[in-house]
């Protein structure tokens, strides 16, 4: 039996799955909500920052992996015109039906698909772009994952990994204490539910770090990767472009 890690427990890689899609039905009503509590807000300044180094270009093709509540999707979708096109993807349905809801409250129609990043239904070399954002590290094989993404983008391509990360050391103790003790009992009584929100904390820690992404990107055919740390290490973009 093959296991991995969900948060700090060691389970089986296929329980590891469905219990990711579990921590998601149950937060998808609340994510925007919680994500503004959670950060202060400073998520939608994250993903900003994400949109403008991605510098996308009318006419492009831009694939959404994790795309949830669908901010990057929205952004990228003015960017590319009527002539180019996104795709808005996320492995669990709750997430991308409130992903969707929101795009076409916006008066934004995409192509939506589940689909999961390890096994992408997309031809060789058809994307300019792509991204994704908070979600890498729910993932049970991380390196299949960015393989797949370096597969489906074209040479000179990038992908942009928006991820929580490891923040610089004067911070970590008031970091350790807010995931630990602030952040659950905020998913509490904001969502009615704290486990998932232990989770989430937990599955930051056990997230490879800056360097070690960088190095997991490269062996996955990115010829150059870079990062970009924000608020201290708690976010970090990483950027890769393919050879």
């Known amino acids: 039996m093959s296991t991995t890690h969900f948060g700090f427990q060691s389970v089986d890689e296929h329980e ?7 921590v998601f039905d149950s937060v998808a ?3 925007d909500v919680m994500n503004d509590l959670m950060s202060g807000g400073l998520h939608r300044a ?12 009318e006419g492009q093709q831009v694939l959404d992996i994790a795309g949830g509540t669908g ?25 991308l039906c409130t992903g969707r809801n929101r795009l076409l409250d916006a008066g934004v129609v995409l192509p939506t ?4 990043a390890e096994q992408l239904p997309f031809p060789d070399g058809h994307f300019d772009l792509v991204s994704v954002a908070f979600g890498l590290r729910n993932m049970t094989h991380k390196d299949r994952a960015l393989t797949e993404m ?7 391509g990038k992908l942009l990994v928006l991820e929580f990360s490891k923040v610089a050391k004067p911070l970590e103790k008031a970091y350790d204490w807010y995931s630990f003790s602030v952040l659950p009992r905020l998913g ?8 998932s929100y232990r989770y989430l904390a937990e599955s930051i ?12 990107m490269q062996k996955s055919g990115f010829g150059h990767v870079d990062y970009h740390n924000m608020t201290g290490g708690v976010a970090a973009l990483h950027v890769g472009i393919k050879c």
Request: proline share 4%.
């Open 16 to 22: 590891k799955a469905r219990r990711v899609r579990s």
């Open 29 to 31: 009503p609340k994510y």
């Open 46 to 57: 994250w993903k900003a920052y994400t949109v403008m180094v991605a510098n996308v270009k």
């Open 71 to 95: 901010d990057l999707a929205l952004a990228f979708a003015r960017k590319v015109g009527r002539s180019g096109c996104v795709v808005h993807t996320d492995i669990n349905a709750a997430m």
């Open 113 to 116: 698909a589940v689909c999961d």
């Open 150 to 156: 370096c597969r489906v983008l074209r040479p000179g």
């Open 188 to 195: 509490k009584l904001v969502a009615g539910d704290d486990a």
């Open 205 to 216: 820690r056990m997230h490879p770090g800056q360097q070690e992404l960088k190095q997991l």
